[in-house]
């Protein structure tokens, strides 16, 4: 694993000129802006920061996360989102066209397969989706333009070796797109191995407090050209207010992060342990099949991951949830609470939940776990 850094430590004190000695960015409520040159205006040219015309194209306090996102993530620039929706598909729409091809990792999350599948309708798209280790060169087209990435992948954490596919996508001049959500750029910064476009859904760890819905999306200056106007014209931006907050968030990103990684490594490995857990997934455990090829690419982990409970009768993951008191079964992850989704539960069939490990004490996401697993537990033995 790569040596762990704080790439924040500079951005804590960023240059507060503009902010007039202020330690937070104001956030600008306003939709447009007064423009004090006339010919700028009637020039037909797309007016950027550091000039301003109109929030939904750039807004001074959008551009603060903006800078900041681009620095973490080693790109030239950085657009945000009003959600990570907003960015995954401003992102597809901007490289693909009528009829082309596109691989994908087959354990995408679920809304972004559902967009690429209305795309196959709409936009003719073949679209192919291929496991982490398939031979890729085998697997391109003349027309494939667009390679899109997780990695760790959506409920399965799996790891997919970057630099290997960075090289063959860049040999045939196609795209390459990955979700970096899991591992953020203080652990994982894909354009280092050769990756095209990063995103992020930032209601997740980058805000971290679970009150904003935020996409972020970084790249080069010559992929910002193609992407931006799309950004532009979808008008999936964020507001000044919801950019406020994830700079806020920022503040306390490497803190969080080491909590995350630290209680989620000790919650797996507790997990691995149980004679109920039939199996965890966690690129960071030794026993993961993962294991070194995320340690050569992240300098870290975060708190979310899988495991599996043994078969039991119908009635025992009801139970299961009904006995946790500090987690709370619901959707997305990243935030300082402890959250618990299900996966795949069937009666008489292995039950396989996510887990999103939060900042409480670590002894008491245990004991949490500990009591509703021994609920799950008393199911098979009346069975």
């Known amino acids: 694993m790569n040596e762990p850094h704080d790439p924040l430590l500079d951005l804590l004190h960023e240059d507060r000129t503009y902010y007039r000695g202020g330690m937070n960015p104001p956030i600008h409520r306003t939709s447009t802006f007064a423009q004090e040159d006339f010919d700028l205006m009637t020039s037909g040219q797309p007016?950027?920061?550091?000039?301003?015309?109109?929030s939904r194209v750039a807004n001074p306090t959008t551009r603060v996360l903006e800078e900041m996102i681009a620095k973490l993530e080693h790109a030239d620039d950085a657009i945000a989102f009003g959600s990570g929706m907003g960015a995954i598909t401003a992102a597809l729409l901007a490289f693909l066209q009528h009829g082309d091809h596109v691989l994908c990792i087959e354990s995408v999350?679920?809304?972004?397969?559902?967009f690429l599948s209305a795309l196959t309708d709409r936009m003719q798209l073949s679209v192919e989706y291929f496991a982490p280790g398939a031979d890729l060169e085998s697997l391109i087209r003349p027309n494939t333009r667009v390679i899109y990435l997780e990695s760790p992948t959506t409920f399965k954490f799996e790891v997919l070796d970057l630099p290997k596919i960075a090289a063959v996508a860049r040999a045939h001049g196609i795209v390459t797109i990955i979700d970096n959500s899991w591992a953020t750029?203080?652990?994982q910064t894909p354009l280092d191995f050769g990756i095209?476009?990063?995103?992020?859904?930032?209601t997740k760890y980058i805000n971290g407090h679970s009150d904003v819905c935020l996409g972020l999306l970084a790249a080069n200056a010559e992929h910002m050209k193609t992407i931006r106007p799309m950004a532009i014209t979808l008008g999936a931006t964020s507001s000044p207010e919801d950019a406020y907050l994830a700079v806020r968030g920022l503040r306390t990103l490497t803190l969080r992060m080491q909590q995350h990684m630290m209680a989620g490594l000790r919650v797996a490995e507790w997990l691995s342990a149980h004679p109920l857990v039939t199996e965890v997934r966690h690129p960071g455990l030794p026993t993961s099949p993962w294991h070194e090829l995320a340690r050569a690419q992240m300098s870290g982990w975060s708190g979310l991951f899988a495991f599996s409970l043994r078969a039991a009768p119908e009635g025992a993951p009801k139970a299961f949830a009904r006995a946790l008191k500090l987690f709370a079964?619901?959707?997305?992850?990243?935030?300082?609470?402890?959250?618990?989704?299900p996966i795949a539960i069937k009666p008489n069939e292995p039950m396989t939940v996510r887990i999103s490990v939060g900042l409480e004490p670590v002894e008491?996401?245990?004991?949490?776990?500990?009591?509703?697993m021994a609920c799950y537990g008393d199911f098979i033995n009346k069975g």
């Open 364 to 372: 008491a996401i245990i004991g949490d776990l500990e009591q509703a």
């Open 329 to 341: 079964i619901a959707p997305s992850w990243g935030g300082f609470e402890s959250l618990l989704v």
């Open 47 to 54: 007016i950027m920061p550091p000039q301003y015309i109109y």
């Open 109 to 114: 999350y679920g809304p972004a397969r559902m």
């Open 185 to 187: 750029p203080l652990y």
């Open 196 to 202: 095209d476009v990063t995103l992020h859904s930032g």
